[in-house]
Every structure is written in structure tokens, then in C-alpha cells.
């Protein structure tokens, strides 16, 4: 969800108010990111009527929608009650266009790592990951994937020192969990997906990167060939806080 203001007639994105998930279970869900990832309910309401159905495009909508919120970030978690949805494809990979993941910061990679571990996640990745340093945007960030009951993507990220929003590194960052660094969305195109986010909703592109190799691999779960330049993630940040990955085919 974006939050926007009106600069003469062209609406500008001043923020990201928060990211949105669809879940078939919400009192599960909301069990699982507050004592699994430390986010705290902040509401919980029915929404119905048909303003909501003209919004989103279904007869009948009843939901319930809960907002938890880490650090200064929120997720909005949604049940429909009516009409029912599809369950995410058992098949999904991190290639795939329909494929979002939240970057959830930690304070200790192995502390954090070895807590979900002990409440038995989903794996996506075979292992937290170390990037290399011959990949200098990126070097030294540790990062993890796994997934939340509903099979959508989370990650663990921690940034080594001088990397990262500075936020991160406050002395007063002493939780494990901290708060969303970013949502992550994969596009076929990063030139025509800049130039939408860009222009259309006033984003502005803050960092690009070219991430492969067998840390890569491991992180995303794909065994895509090393020499098949196509597989490479292409990663463009755009401010507020979203993230481009452009995959080939793997």
C-alpha cells in the first residue's frame, strides 16, 4: 500500500504505508509473525460493502484485515472470508513473475538463523548465505529465505557494517528482529518496470545490482546454469523501500 501526495495534478508516492498478504488462516498467521518474527497487532477489522467490491474486483467481499507492525514498518494481513481465494502454486519458484518476498532485517544472522530453525519454518533456501566480496554492492550481506504458513516468501537479511540503511546499525538495535528493509517483486523487464515506477508513481531508483554464483544459487533455491547469463537476478532499488529482481530462465 502506498501512501500519496497531491503535488499540483500528478499524485507522488511520499511513502510505503505497508505490504499486503493474503492469507486462508489469519489467527494462524497472526500467531506466526508475532511469536515467530516479534511483529506486534496494531488493528483487526471486518471490511464488506461495495465500495471494497468495486475496489478490488470481487462480489461479495468480506474480509478480515490485520495490521502488525515491526520496528517502524507494517504488514497487513487478509483473510477472505468471502469469496474464498486460490492457494499460492505448489509449483512456485523465485523466477516467477508472481513472486514477492519481505526482507526482514536481524540483529544476528546465527541467533535469528537457529530461532526458526527451533519453530521449524519452510525452507526456500538451502541455508543462510554469505555474499561474496568480489561483488562489491552486496559483499558481506547474509541473507535467508523461508516461508510463512500460507507458502509466501520471507527473508532474514543482516548488513555487515557500512552497508544498509543506517537505521540498522543504531546502537538502540538490540532486538533480533528489527524491521522490513524492503519488498522484493520479480519483473520481466527492469528497464520498462523503472520507467512505470518511475514515472508513473514518482520512485526514484537508489542502487542496481548483478547478483549470481553458487551463493545465489543456495539463497534462491534454483539451480540455474553459471554460464547461462540470463539467470542472473538483476536487483534495481527504488525508493520507498521496493526492490526489482529481473530473473531469466532457470
Known amino acids: 500500500m502506498l501512501s500519496v501526495a497531491d503535488a499540483g495534478s500528478t499524485p507522488t508516492v511520499v511513502a510505503l504505508d505497508s505490504v499486503g498478504l493474503t492469507v486462508s488462516d489469519i489467527d494462524r498467521s497472526v500467531d506466526f509473525f508475532s511469536k515467530v518474527l516479534s511483529f506486534e497487532k496494531v488493528s483487526d477489522k471486518e ?5 471494497y467490491e468495486h475496489l478490488q474486483g470481487l462480489f461479495g467481499v468480506r474480509a478480515r484485515v490485520v495490521r502488525m507492525k515491526l520496528g517502524d514498518e507494517s504488514i497487513e494481513l487478509t483473510e477472505y472470508l468471502t469469496p474464498k481465494g486460490r492457494p499460492i502454486p ?3 519458484r523465485s523466477n516467477d513473475r508472481w513472486f514477492q518476498h519481505i526482507a526482514i532485517i536481524v540483529s544476528d544472522m546465527d541467533r535469528a538463523y ?3 530453525r527451533q519453530n521449524k519454518v519452510e525452507y526456500a533456501s538451502t541455508g543462510p548465505q554469505t555474499l561474496p566480496e568480489w561483488n562489491t554492492n552486496a ?3 547474509k541473507a535467508f529465505y523461508f516461508k510463512d504458513p500460507d507458502h509466501h516468501a520471507l527473508e532474514i537479511l543482516w548488513f555487515p557494517p557500512g552497508k544498509g540503511d543506517p537505521k540498522w546499525h543504531r546502537p538502540a538495535a538490540t532486538k533480533l528482529f528489527l524491521g522490513i528493509d524492503h519488498t522484493a517483486i520479480v519483473v520481466n523487464d527492469t528497464e520498462a518496470s523503472l520507467k512505470f515506477y518511475k514515472e508513473a508513481l514518482g520512485l526514484r531508483q537508489v542502487a542496481e545490482s548483478e547478483n549470481y554464483g553458487v551463493e545465489q544459487k543456495h539463497l534462491n533455491n534454483a539451480a540455474c546454469e553459471l554460464e547461462n ?3 542472473f537476478p538483476r536487483e534495481s532499488w527504488i525508493w520507498p523501500t521496493t526492490k526489482l529482481d529481473s530473473n531469466g530462465g532457470c
Do not use: C, K, M, V
Open 47 to 51: 471490511i464488506f460493502g461495495s465500495e
Open 90 to 92: 505448489a509449483d512456485s
Open 114 to 116: 537457529e530461532w526458526l
Open 139 to 141: 559483499a558481506g550481506i
Open 229 to 231: 547469463s540470463r539467470s
